[in-house]
């Protein structure tokens, strides 16, 4: 699924990296049509936009529990690019996936996941500092802005159905962004290592596989 307005500037062929997310996003929800998103302000911001990814498809899923599936397009190279061909890794080698569990207080599709994810995106292109398994951020407040809830923070993991892929532009990363709790940040805070945070999702999985987060968990 080529987003429309992608479909006016490029052809399927040069859309080389968005058609190997596609595909495998098709291996797990069957060729299902998600509901997608391109920029939120408007414009990519490599044409004057704010929004560093080229968009993201929501995907509702009935696995484990009803969640919406989020992912972004545009931290892999997304189309043909001769001067960026041949790498062990497509762009930044990743591309976000959240899995959120229905709150009461979106209307609609929860966006918000959509900019966290650009607000995201645009500390790499500005830092130069990627995103991998067992990283953390804490997010010095709710992850949804203005909410009340305990979740304050997101470490990464492969995203438990999509893993890692390769693509005619190198291998892609799917990580997923798993809500965590103020106590559970300052778990990590006190020892901020890989291993630490390797537990910490080990132990969310006995429980919760998919790591869908919830804004209601205490």
Not at 99 to 122: F, S
Not at 171 to 197: A, C, D, W, Y
Request: charge should be negative; charged fraction near 25%.
């Amino acid at each position: 699924m080529i987003a429309e307005e992608y479909k006016q500037r490029f052809s399927e062929d040069d859309a080389v990296g968005w058609l190997s997310i596609d595909a495998a996003l098709d291996k797990v929800y069957g060729g299902t049509e998600p509901r997608h998103y391109g920029p939120l302000c408007g414009l990519h911001f490599a044409v004057g936009g704010t929004d560093p990814i080229d968009g993201a498809s929501i995907y509702d899923s009935n696995k484990q529990e009803p969640h919406r599936h989020i992912i972004s397009y545009g931290m892999s190279e997304l189309y043909y690019n001769v001067e960026k061909a041949g790498g062990e890794f497509s762009k930044w080698g990743f591309e976000l996936t959240f899995r959120l569990k229905p709150y009461a207080g979106d209307a609609g599709d929860p966006l918000w996941v959509v900019q966290m994810m650009n607000n995201l995106a645009r500390y790499v292109y500005q830092s130069g500092k990627w995103f991998e398994e067992n990283h953390f951020i804490p997010a010095n407040g709710p992850i949804r802005l203005e909410t009340e809830t305990n979740i304050t923070g997101v470490v990464f993991t492969l995203d438990p159905e999509l893993g890692k892929i390769d693509t005619p532009r190198g291998e892609v990363s799917f990580l997923q962004m798993v809500g965590i709790t103020s106590e559970e940040v300052e778990r990590i805070k006190q020892n901020p290592t890989t291993i630490e945070v390797q537990q910490l999702i080990d132990e969310l999985k006995r429980s919760n596989p998919l790591l869908i987060t919830d804004l209601d968990r205490k």
